[in-house]
């Protein structure tokens, strides 16, 4: 197995290495073989493989018959959290002339748009219309389609619910997003919110360098601020950085809700949202309908329906808490 890494600025991108023959750049243009440009905004490069959060749409490609390092190539880019590199890391993915791009979130998609308007776009996005990547769900017509994540602001206040039925009594919490979502918190979470009696207010991540010390300087304000429950939202930043997230909320004892499972696999209380291994398994279908020939503009966007509340008694039990019945008999699974 052969390693090339290469990098952009300061963000890093690479293509995984694979054996010789599929590496030549002759082979690697061959039509038997598949090309694919994986896209985040933040994720590390190790996570977008097999090993990592996305086993489950590379497992599901498998099952279909692609395998990277004999039928499929997979360049992965990333901007590991650094806003002003998403336009480098887009221009990179497209230099590449792939056959598909996968794009996780709206951010890079809308940064994808204006840069090809042939080489197919899978993403998933929260509300694709009001987003400006398409006019009509059922017929995007371009060469965009995907998964809408977006089920309504609901989900924010089931994830509040569950928190307060765990804590009890809440009387101080915030809501953390990144200063690119302040936006959506002032003219719509935020009201939603409200209509549940509980005090919440936005905790912003407001450094352009999304890293540890980015979220320590959240925690200290919030620690300072005495804050008695906190929910997280379902931004890319932070499932990327999922094991600091967890780490610190742990520290200072403060009991949290997270919108995926996999921040409760490394210690979390309790999440409810998307099922993204589900999520990500119709995205490789989706990208074998397209690699097989099929245009992104007759493909319909797909509304994500499945999800699941996990819960982490241990976590629970250090935090000195313990989940009433009623969440154990609706829960997906219970982590003892």
Known sequence: MRRREFFVGTAATAAIGFARPVCAQTDARSPSIKRIAFVHLTEKLEGLTVRGRYKAFFGELNRLGYIEGKNLVVERYSALGQMERYDVVARAAVASHPDLIISIGTLLARQLMPLTATIPILTTSGDPIASGLVTNLARPDGNITGINVDVG???????????????????????????????????????????????????????????????????????????DGLVVADSPEHITNREVIVDLAARRHLPTIYPYREYVDVGGLASYGTDTADLLRRLANMADQILRGAKPGDIPFYQQTKFELVLNRTTARSLGLEFPPSLLSVADEVIE
């Open 153 to 227: 602001l609901e989900l924010y206040g089931k994830r509040l619910q569950f928190l307060r039925e765990t804590v009890g009594k809440l009387s101080n919490v915030r809501l953390l997003i990144p200063a690119s979502a302040i936006l959506y918190w002032d003219m719509a979470i935020e009201p939603l919110l409200r209509r549940t009696g509980i005090p919440i207010t936005a905790a912003v991540l407001a450094d352009k360098v999304i890293n540890r010390e980015a979220y320590e300087r959240v925690f200290d304000a919030m620690e300072a601020e005495r804050v």
